[in-house]
């Protein structure tokens, strides 16, 4: 009995002590400047011409509750917090009853935010899911239970949730869905909206509109239940057909927020701007992005892609003087998927590594004329394993042909070759100077492109290219203010000089040799299908897999890269392969219309001979074809000495064994 009366007085004890902390940390939170929850507490991306175009966790387009339908109102209070006007921030019932619901069916998929804690989280950039970012998230709830009524709460709410489709506030989403103001909605309206918050990638009726109407169904059923309308306003309700608008009143781009989704990644690694962005009452972030290049890049997709619903593509295009990306297209439609191919996926990259292996070749010794034997060929490697790589269609030039060939024809023998020659060490090395971070492993087949990489990372090695050899990282910000103009982050020039520049203009002329009319032999150089497409010089290369297809190009302008695959690896058809090249064209003329396009000076040490382009050797009159191939000055080919070719080296030190034997192009 004695001990039941000490543990009933410690129990009276914690209770009053809890409850005197909690009296004291409201106090404290009531003692507190007030967090700023009209309109403020947002972020502001803007174009490379200073223009919004996308504004989150808050809109210009305010509304106070009474220019809201009742319908929202009641709608939202029934299905997001029953309890709001009754608690002090948090539902502790309904936190237990979350708490018991995910042990018992060992998930997390019962929730128990309140309007308030969502307000909390939906007004400041919630860029991470940790313990800490959660006792923020209470923190702030507290500050703001303390300093405003609920009508303020639930008014702040209803402005800055997300409605889906980059729609943050119920006057942005009534304008997008159904063209009308907020206090024009009706019940069935009222009621489909309000379903969007929980999932607005899932609930989205323009997205999966069956599954978005058993959520509005749900709702009308609640609110039915609750009192709130009548059976004959739910009947009324569940049998209007909804027509939906649709579309923003600028850049109605359906690719717009995988840029966004870029924005907001880069934004997640300056952690420090978080606590003033939360205490200043806002940001504003000028990034790198061309609407000019996003929306070519959009409709050339769009174009191009129109028989096939399953096949998806990514593009990129990024400024090689300076390392910013001036459009992303992580997917066909942000609608339908979310999942950011540009920035989350790595597929395999086919041919488009040999540039990197051509480089390396002409850094240690190789010219454009340097030439091998194209012909079917088995090697035997160090590990006493062989290993016959195949080209495109099984078809070989079966005689010696030039590095220039070799990349017009994307010729795999030749590449093999020259890799053996070199050591696989040599294109691992090149490949990291020019920016490429996955581990590469020193197999065989590595320059046809067996190597799965990262979107964003093989194009910044384009751009590598692009620059001469001067590496840049990538960006997506210049710049941060706050909302007076006081800038919180600059981005600044990491630039460094990686590659030869001579050697490297060589390089990116070989390049131009992919979709030329003298190049033709006995095949066809591997673009020509769009050389008729072409206005300007590019250096261009195509690749592909049996599951991924490829192409980047590039000038002093700009680098684009489309790639084209299914989410599933499955097996691209014949078909399938016609869509990257056509898109790419269109995309970087769409781009480079109307602006000053030149290509590259001729370096100084770099001397132009008119060679045959397939043999390598001086054109004579008998030559078939002719065309001007560029040279290190001392290395160009004569008629006294015989250019290199296989016949004089000494057999290659071999390598790994390769695990795919086949690769297209």
């Not at 708490?99 to 400041?124: D, F, P, R, V």
């Not at 063209?179 to 909206?193: F, H, I, P």
């Not at 989410?567 to 781009?591: G, H, P, Q, R």
Request: proline share 2%; with cysteine; charged share 20%.
């Amino acid at each position: 009995m004695r001990f039941f009366k000490r543990f009933l007085k410690l129990m009276i004890v914690l209770v009053f002590l809890g409850i005197f902390s909690i009296a004291g940390v409201y106090l404290y939170a009531r003692m507190l400047p007030k967090l700023n929850i009209s309109g403020n507490g947002s972020y502001y991306l803007y174009d490379n011409t200073e223009e919004v175009f996308f504004q989150g966790n808050g809109t210009s387009k305010w509304v106070s509750l009474d220019e809201i339908s009742d319908y929202v109102i009641d709608a939202t209070i029934q299905i997001e917090d029953r309890e709001f006007y009754r608690h002090h921030g948090f539902n502790v019932l309904r936190i237990m009853k979350a708490i018991m619901t995910n042990l018992t069916s060992k998930s997390y998929k019962e929730g128990a935010s309140t309007i308030t804690q969502q307000l909390a989280k939906n007004l400041y950039l919630d860029f991470d899911k940790t313990w800490e970012r959660k006792i923020k998230e209470v923190w702030y709830t507290i500050q703001i239970e303390t300093h405003y009524s609920k009508d303020d709460i639930l008014e702040g709410y209803l402005n800055c949730i997300n409605y889906g489709h980059g729609m943050y506030g119920i006057e942005n989403a009534s304008e997008f869905y159904f063209n009308k103001k907020a206090s024009e909605l009706t019940l069935a309206e009222a009621s489909m909206l309000v379903g969007i918050p929980k999932s607005p990638s899932n609930y989205s009726p323009l997205v999966n509109p069956d599954i978005a109407k058993k959520r509005q169904t749900y709702i009308l059923n609640t609110l039915k239940n609750e009192g709130v309308i009548t059976e004959d306003e739910y009947n009324e309700a569940i049998q209007t057909e909804l027509n939906y608008h649709g579309k923003k009143d600028r850049l109605n781009l359906d690719t717009l927020l995988y840029y966004q989704d870029a924005v907001t990644n880069e934004l997640k690694g300056l952690g420090s701007l978080v606590e003033t962005y939360l205490k200043s009452g806002g940001i504003k972030v000028y990034t790198t992005l061309d609407v000019k290049a996003q929306t070519g890049l959009e409709e050339s997709i769009k174009t191009n892609i129109t028989d096939n619903q399953e096949i998806q593509a990514s593009g990129i295009m990024i400024n090689p003087e300076n390392g910013a990306v001036i459009a992303l297209v992580g997917g066909r439609d942000y609608n339908k998927s979310q999942y950011n191919r540009a920035l989350s996926s790595k597929r395999q990259v086919g041919s488009i590594m040999k540039p990197f292996l051509y480089y390396n070749a002409l850094e240690n010794g190789f010219t454009a004329s340097t030439s091998f034997l194209s012909q079917e060929t088995t090697f035997t490697l160090s590990t006493n394993s062989s290993y016959t790589p195949k080209n495109y269609n099984n078809l070989y030039a079966n005689k010696a042909i030039s590095m220039a060939s070799a990349i017009s024809f994307s010729d795999n023998i030749y590449a093999i070759k020259t890799h053996l020659f070199l050591g696989s060490d040599s294109l691992i090395a090149t490949a990291k100077r020019v920016g490429i971070k996955t581990k590469l492993d020193p197999i065989a087949s590595l320059p046809l492109g067996t190597v799965e990489l990262n979107h964003l990372e093989i194009t910044n090695a384009y751009a590598t290219l692009a620059s001469l050899g001067v590496k840049h990282e990538p960006y997506f910000i210049e710049k941060i203010t706050d909302m007076n103009g006081n800038i919180l982050y600059e981005h600044k020039d990491t630039s460094e000089v990686v590659l030869n520049k001579s050697i490297t203009f060589i390089l990116n002329d070989l390049l131009k040799g992919t979709y030329d009319y003298n190049m033709i032999d006995y095949t066809y150089p591997t673009n020509i299908s769009i050389a008729s497409l072409l206005t300007h010089n590019y250096a261009i290369k195509s690749g592909s897999t049996d599951t991924d297809n490829w192409i980047i190009g590039f000038n002093k302008n700009a680098v684009t890269s489309i790639w084209i695959g299914y989410d599933d690896n499955k097996v691209l058809s014949t078909n399938d392969f016609k869509y990257s090249k056509k898109i790419w064209a269109n995309a970087m003329e769409s781009y480079l219309k109307d602006k000053e396009v030149s290509w590259y000076d001729i370096p100084s040490n770099v001397v132009g001979v008119i060679v045959d382009p397939i043999t390598g050797n001086l054109a004579t009159n008998e030559s078939k074809s002719k065309k001007i191939l560029y040279y290190i000055k001392g290395t160009e080919p004569s008629y006294t000495q015989e250019v290199f070719d296989e016949y004089d080296t000494k057999t290659p030190e071999e390598e790994t064994e390769n695990k795919n034997d086949e690769v297209k192009e």
